[in-house]
């Protein structure tokens, strides 16, 4: 006998007519506006600052208010999360986004209300999605930016140590892939940490820019729609509740009208993928062998090198932290062309601008904590031909060229190799 089987019964939809349309318009495989929580909650709390100025300025009543900053604190701590299933890149310039939030707001507050809230009326009042979308923006790179600054600095910290750890352990430098003058390990990896920190400094630069937002602009930048005091009562009330130094945007047109700053935040997040990519291909190079490459040091095996030679082992962690820079940097390139097509008073491409910039800000938090722990941190120079390589300096005759001179000491140098062909110096050129 079949046991008799019950359905549940589906959740409720609070989304409503706007937000179903989109689904069909813009059924991409792409992320959602859901897939990213962090930008569901900015968008809630843009909601929720506005709900309070409009109560301030007389737009909305007690009630609503109460209602609404009630549905937008819900949504913030990530009550309803499957509520919103519009796709995150879409046409429109982002109004399929503010309103599906609007929808949802507007529904869950009428539920506790006990009466009508209107999505447009009541919850988007004194807004538009020409200011509401690129502060939510704003506020969620803010958020975004914070793991990857993270993991940057964890790199840097254990490149330094590499540097402090062997210090003294000299190995032979290269240029143009020929035997150069002998470094220590410490200070390749003390370069390396500068490198990485300077990447990250000016992402961190970049990123604080979105401190400054549009809210109150309305339709493009003239704020028509919204009463007088309501702008400033606004990003006040935004600050408070983000725990965010955030002032108004100094020129609304600009504001709305031009995105460089996220071309910025790009080019700096690019920036930082192939400083990262450079190193991890530099100690690729110096790990590869152990008995046909460069063998200065050793990585650390993470896994199985081949499914048919036996004992290979692959830089698998370098060659993955350079893959991921060619992904940033591949959405650094989309964000500087949506950049640029922005057109007249508005740029509608915000909306592929803040998908590229999650994965750029996702793939260096990736990057940089991977390489870290699975990589740098268990790096040693015992290399097979560490010692052996270093037979290849040129140190000697760097000296010698500095007293006899530089012609004299390159004839001097042919001589000796004349004489040992089979020593290495011989086979330098």
Known sequence: MVAAQTTAEPPTSLYGQQTTLSLGNFPGPGRTFGDVPTFVRNYALVKLAAARANCQVGVLDETKTDAIVAACEEIAAGAHAGQFPSALVLGGGGTTTNMNVNEVVAARAAQLLGAPIHPNDHVNASQSTND???????????????????????????????????????????????????????QSHRAQAAAVRRTAAALEDAVAQMHTVPLGATA??????????????????????????????????????????????ADA????????????????????????????????????????????????????VMQLSYRIRGAAHTVECAVAAGELELNIMEPVIVDAIITILADLTAAATSFARRCVAGLTWDGPRREENLRGTLDTW????????????????????????????ARHD
């Open 398 to 425: 760097v000296t010698l060229a500095a007293t006899s001179g530089y012609e004299a000491t390159t004839v001097q140098y042919h001589d000796q190799a004349q004489t040992a062909p089979l020593s290495r110096h």
């Open 132 to 186: 509401t979308y690129p502060t939510a923006m704003a506020l969620t790179v803010l958020d975004l930016a914070r793991e990857p600054l993270a993991a940057l600095e964890e790199l840097a910290t254990a490149l330094e140590a590499k540097g402090a750890e062997f210090d003294q352990t000299p190995h032979l430098g290269r240029t143009c892939l020929r035997d150069a003058v002998t470094l220590t390990a410490g």
């Open 220 to 265: 493009v930048g003239t704020g028509l729609g919204a009463p007088e005091g309501y702008r400033a009562i606004a990003v006040r009330e935004l600050a408070a509740v983000t725990g965010r130094d955030l002032e108004p945007a100094p020129d609304l047109f600009d504001a709305l009208a031009n995105l460089d700053p996220y071309a910025a935040i």
């Open 269 to 320: 997040g690019a920036r930082a993928g192939l400083t990262m990519a450079k190193i991890a291909a530099d100690i690729r190079l110096l790990s590869s062998g152990p008995a046909g490459g460069f063998g200065d040091l050793t990585i650390p095996a993470v896994q199985a090198g081949s499914s048919i030679m036996p004992a290979k082992i692959n830089p698998a962690i370098p060659e993955y």
